[in-house]
């Protein structure tokens, strides 16, 4: 049966005590916008004739959603990371700040305080012995051109297993994640290992979403990054290494045409030696430019939970800003 109750004057009452309108504590966005979000819902159970069973399933699964890191993990898979960024990129676009090295997003698995090196850092810890040796390289440059120098470079991305250091507890603390200030010339250079992509895990609260609407949970092999220099907008950004079947198919929606990258695998001793090297590698370059601002708070990372990242760290990251 059928019925349709959701426009009546009881609903509409119900829905703003609900959302708190008729009392003065609380918070007024707050409540606008759970009021919004409420009534959408209501309508959509009307709409869709939800059943009592269907709703309280939708409940189990948000609580499944609230263990660990899942719903930082779906956000991605149902595009929300990726909308934050169009609207960015919109925002940019408004303000003329267009230009410079594409955003993408950050994603759940950064973690703060990673070991910080001048110019160059080993980002691997040597154990994992059937991977391909990384070497990671790249200029910081402004609009202009011209190199930054003292540029702060955060890197992070998985092993040869997909997995991440500290959310991966068989690794080591801060395995390939490093913080790389760059040289006189602008650069950055990493000796890592290729990361294999990323699959969700079989049967946690998002893959079982991502089954319900037909998808995978596979992302293609990838590193992030996190770029900033006074002066210049932060740039949080990805790029992808070429030729993995999931690179146009990221069930995180990451992927940037300008940022598919190709390694070059060199297998000439003289280049190995040159870089302290034992055997063949892939070389990978990415160069970065950098938008200018003078506004302050465009020159750090937005707010967000992250893993060790403590708010003391994050209030002394916007005073310096400001300076
Ligand atoms: C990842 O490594 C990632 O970058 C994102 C966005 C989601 C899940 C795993
Ligand atoms: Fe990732």
Same mark, same amino acid.
């Given at each position: 049966?059928?019925?349709?109750?959701?426009?009546?004057?009881?609903?509409?009452?119900?829905?703003?005590?609900?959302?708190?309108?008729?009392?003065?504590?609380?918070?007024?966005?707050?409540?606008?916008?759970?009021?919004?979000?409420?009534?959408?819902?209501?309508?959509?159970?009307?709409?869709?004739?939800?059943?009592?069973?269907?709703?309280?399933?939708?409940?189990?699964?948000?609580?499944?959603?609230?263990?660990?890191?899942?719903?930082?993990?779906?956000?991605?898979?149902?595009?929300?990371?990726?909308?934050?960024?169009?609207?960015?990129?919109?925002?940019?676009?408004?303000?003329?700040?267009?230009?410079?090295?594409?955003?993408?997003?950050?994603?759940?698995?950064?973690?703060?305080?990673?070991? &910080?090196?001048?110019?160059?850092?080993?980002?691997?810890?040597?154990?994992?012995?059937?991977?391909?040796?990384?070497?990671?390289?790249?200029?910081?440059?402004?609009?202009?051109?011209?190199?930054?120098?003292?540029?702060?470079?955060?890197?992070?991305?998985?092993?040869?297993?997909?997995?991440?250091?500290?959310?991966?507890?068989?690794?080591?603390?801060?395995?390939?994640?490093?913080?790389?200030?760059?040289?006189?010339?602008?650069?950055?250079?990493?000796?890592?290992?290729?990361?294999?992509?990323?699959?969700?895990?079989?049967?946690?609260?998002?893959?079982?979403?991502?089954?319900?609407?037909?998808?995978?949970?596979?992302?293609?092999?990838?590193?992030?990054?996190?770029?900033?220099?006074?002066?210049?907008?932060?740039?949080?950004?990805?790029?992808?290494?070429?030729?993995?079947?999931?690179?146009?198919?990221?069930?995180?929606?990451?992927?940037?045409?300008?940022?598919?990258? &190709?390694?070059?695998?060199?297998?000439?001793?003289?280049?190995?030696?040159?870089?302290?090297?034992?055997?063949?590698?892939?070389?990978?370059?990415?160069?970065?430019?950098?938008?200018?601002?003078?506004?302050?708070?465009?020159?750090?990372?937005?707010?967000?939970?992250?893993?060790? &990242?403590?708010?003391?760290?994050?209030?002394?990251?916007?005073?310096?800003?400001?300076?």
């Amino acid at each position: 049966m059928s019925v349709k109750i959701f426009d009546t004057p009881e609903v509409q009452d119900f829905l703003k005590t609900v959302s708190g309108f008729d009392q003065s504590g609380g918070n007024e966005r707050a409540k606008q916008i759970m009021h919004r979000l409420l009534s959408d819902l209501y309508r959509l159970v009307d709409d869709y004739d939800v059943t009592p069973e269907e709703f309280w399933s939708s409940v189990s699964v948000l609580n499944a959603l609230g263990e660990g890191t899942q719903f930082g993990l779906l956000a991605p898979g149902l595009g929300f990371d990726h909308y934050l960024d169009m609207r960015m990129d919109a925002e940019d676009k408004q303000r003329g700040l267009s230009g410079g090295t594409p955003r993408t997003i950050e994603g759940p698995l950064y973690v703060a305080g990673a070991p &910080e090196a001048e110019g160059f850092a080993r980002m691997d810890d040597g154990t994992d012995s059937g991977a391909e040796v990384m070497w990671l390289t790249g200029q910081v440059r402004d609009v202009d051109g011209q190199p930054v120098t003292g540029a702060k470079v955060e890197i992070w991305h998985a092993d040869s297993k997909g997995g991440y250091s500290f959310f991966d507890p068989s690794q080591s603390e801060y395995n390939l994640r490093r913080t790389i200030i760059t040289d006189s010339q602008g650069r950055y250079t990493a000796r890592s290992i290729i990361p294999s992509g990323y699959g969700v895990p079989e049967g946690c609260a998002t893959d079982q979403v991502l089954k319900l609407l037909g998808r995978h949970g596979q992302r293609p092999a990838h590193i992030h990054y996190f770029i900033s220099a006074p002066g210049h907008k932060h740039l949080t950004t990805q790029i992808n290494l070429a030729g993995d079947p999931y690179t146009f198919d990221d069930f995180a929606f990451a992927t940037r045409e300008e940022l598919v990258i &190709e390694g070059r695998r060199i297998e000439d001793p003289a280049e190995a030696d040159k870089r302290g090297l034992e055997g063949p590698f892939t070389e990978v370059v990415f160069d970065v430019e950098l938008a200018r601002t003078d506004a302050p708070e465009l020159q750090h990372r937005h707010k967000r939970p992250r893993a060790l &990242e403590s708010e003391e760290a994050e209030s002394q990251q916007a005073s310096q800003a400001k300076v």
